[in-house]
């Protein structure tokens, strides 16, 4: 009796042994998690888990020295700045400008600001940024239509470096803190556009000149109060309202133009709405409204990290926004049968993006999205999407 009792005792220990050693072991050598996904229990290997995560944190920490690097950056170009502005403030040969009797303020010079805003402006030959710019221009355009890198001679970049850190300097003097707005303040924008007009090949007579000047100051006050009324607008709804103000600044410059001048000066802008913009944009064709549909939905899920749950609501407002979009190229097919004038597809690029403005708006205020997500929508994609068909 004991003998068997024996067997059995060393049967039971061998079947603990194998056990273990197949059951037992492995999870502790490669411990694994039981998790619920959608619904349905998942179990996975802990390492591969923890690998994971230590390359996101990895990822996370390469992006923080990267943010680091750029703040770094950004603070030696302000420290630039303020050097260029001191350079110009006391003249080329670094020696502060005298005092006026009874004069107050920095420098002792009564509205030294304005003072410095003048000379600032006088000392930059806005003509030959523009003409960087054109080239800049020229070359975003071949990247975008024929596909060929961006390349540039390093006299032109540097000027266009150059021209931002002017933009910022002149903002801080006048208050303007987006370099783009810059030009179109009511001090900056006569002496701004005299030299773009000049950079753009145009030459004008005194009378022009005069002239120019009353329009900028005009164009420049409306310009104010409509920026103040954009309130949190998106990235693509402040782009079609910089560009509708183009649009508006363009017929105020064919008044003031003779017509060899005014074609003179849209030559290198064409018909492109946001020409010399940072707009990016990405071309979508497709042989029927339900691909072109598909496309954009996807193109919203990856650029705003939306998952397989908000995927019925995003392609409702994709199909939605592509027939808006198909049926207002129809109208204007229709009207202009390929010979539009060269305004009027300006202006159709224009609306198409208020379309596709909207369309990114009704995404955040029908999606349930975490705090992350609804930041991306408010801001929009920046992106304009440009549909064509097959």
Same mark, same amino acid.
């Given at each position: 009796?004991?003998?068997?009792?024996?067997?059995?005792?060393?049967?039971?220990?061998?079947?603990?042994?194998?056990?273990?050693?197949?059951?037992?072991?492995?999870?502790?050598?490669?411990?694994?998690?039981?998790?619920?996904?959608?619904?349905?229990?998942?179990?996975?290997?802990?390492?591969?888990?923890?690998?994971?995560?230590?390359?996101?944190?990895?990822?996370?920490?390469?992006?923080?020295?990267?943010?680091?690097?750029?703040?770094?950056?950004?603070?030696?170009?302000?420290?630039?700045?303020?050097?260029?502005?001191?350079?110009?403030?006391?003249?080329?040969?670094?020696?502060?400008?005298?005092?006026?009797?009874?004069?107050?303020?920095?420098?002792?010079?009564?509205?030294?600001?304005?003072?410095?805003?003048?000379?600032?402006? @006088?000392?930059?030959?806005?003509?030959?940024?523009?003409?960087?710019?054109?080239?800049?221009?020229?070359?975003?355009?071949?990247?975008?239509?024929?596909?060929?890198?961006?390349?540039?001679?390093?006299?032109?970049?540097?000027?266009?470096?150059?021209?931002?850190?002017?933009?910022?300097?002149?903002?801080?003097?006048?208050?303007?803190?987006?370099?783009?707005?810059?030009?179109?303040?009511?001090?900056?924008?006569?002496?701004?556009?005299?030299?773009?007009?000049?950079?753009?090949?145009?030459?004008?007579?005194?009378?022009?000149?005069?002239?120019?000047?009353?329009?900028?100051?005009?164009?420049?006050?409306?310009?104010? @109060?409509?920026?103040?009324?954009?309130?949190?607008?998106?990235?693509?709804?402040?782009?079609?309202?910089?560009?509708?103000?183009?649009?508006?600044?363009?017929?105020?410059?064919?008044?003031?133009?003779?017509?060899?001048?005014?074609?003179?000066?849209?030559?290198?802008?064409?018909?492109?709405?946001?020409?010399?913009?940072?707009?990016?944009?990405?071309?979508?064709?497709?042989?029927?409204?339900?691909?072109?549909?598909?496309?954009?939905?996807?193109?919203?899920?990856?650029?705003?990290?939306?998952?397989?749950?908000?995927?019925?609501?995003?392609?409702?407002?994709?199909?939605?926004?592509?027939?808006?979009?198909?049926?207002?190229?129809?109208?204007?097919?229709?009207?202009?049968?390929?010979?539009?004038?060269?305004? @009027?597809?300006?202006?159709?690029?224009?609306?198409?993006?208020?379309?596709?403005?909207?369309?990114?708006?009704?995404?955040?205020?029908?999606?349930?999205?975490?705090? @992350?997500?609804?930041?991306?929508?408010?801001?929009?994609?920046?992106?304009?999407?440009?549909?064509?068909?097959?």
């Amino acid at each position: 009796m004991s003998r068997h009792l024996v067997l059995i005792a060393a049967g039971l220990m061998i079947l603990v042994a194998v056990w273990f050693a197949q059951v037992i072991r492995p999870k502790l050598e490669h411990p694994t998690i039981t998790v619920d996904v959608d619904g349905q229990t998942k179990t996975m290997d802990k390492a591969k888990i923890e690998a994971t995560f230590q390359e996101l944190r990895n990822k996370a920490d390469a992006a923080r020295k990267e943010a680091d690097a750029l703040k770094a950056t950004n603070a030696g170009l302000l420290v630039a700045v303020e050097q260029w502005q001191a350079r110009a403030q006391h003249g080329s040969a670094g020696t502060p400008p005298k005092a006026d009797p009874g004069a107050t303020g920095p420098g002792g010079a009564a509205g030294s600001k304005g003072e410095e805003l003048r000379r600032l402006l @006088e000392s930059t030959d806005f003509s030959k940024y523009t003409e960087a710019i054109v080239k800049w221009a020229k070359a975003d355009g071949e990247m975008r239509t024929q596909g060929t890198p961006i390349k540039l001679d390093p006299e032109t970049m540097n000027l266009l470096v150059e021209y931002r850190m002017r933009l910022l300097a002149i903002g801080r003097i006048v208050g303007v803190s987006d370099p783009l707005e810059v030009p179109y303040d009511e001090k900056v924008s006569s002496t701004f556009f005299k030299g773009w007009i000049k950079g753009m090949g145009v030459t004008l007579d005194a009378d022009q000149e005069a002239r120019l000047g009353e329009t900028c100051y005009t164009c420049a006050r409306s310009r104010a @109060e409509e920026l103040k009324s954009l309130g949190d607008a998106n990235r693509l709804q402040k782009l079609a309202w910089a560009a509708g103000r183009d649009l508006q600044w363009s017929s105020e410059l064919r008044k003031l133009l003779a017509p060899a001048q005014y074609d003179l000066y849209m030559k290198p802008i064409g018909a492109d709405a946001f020409w010399a913009r940072e707009a990016p944009r990405q071309s979508i064709t497709s042989d029927s409204p339900a691909g072109a549909s598909k496309m954009v939905g996807g193109f919203w899920a990856s650029s705003f990290g939306l998952g397989d749950a908000a995927r019925t609501t995003v392609d409702e407002v994709a199909s939605r926004y592509v027939q808006d979009v198909q049926r207002r190229q129809q109208e204007f097919q229709a009207r202009y049968a390929g010979n539009a004038p060269r305004e @009027e597809q300006m202006r159709l690029q224009v609306d198409l993006v208020k379309m596709q403005a909207d369309a990114e708006r009704q995404l955040g205020q029908r999606l349930t999205l975490t705090p @992350e997500q609804q930041a991306q929508v408010k801001a929009g994609t920046g992106t304009v999407l440009q549909l064509g068909w097959k």
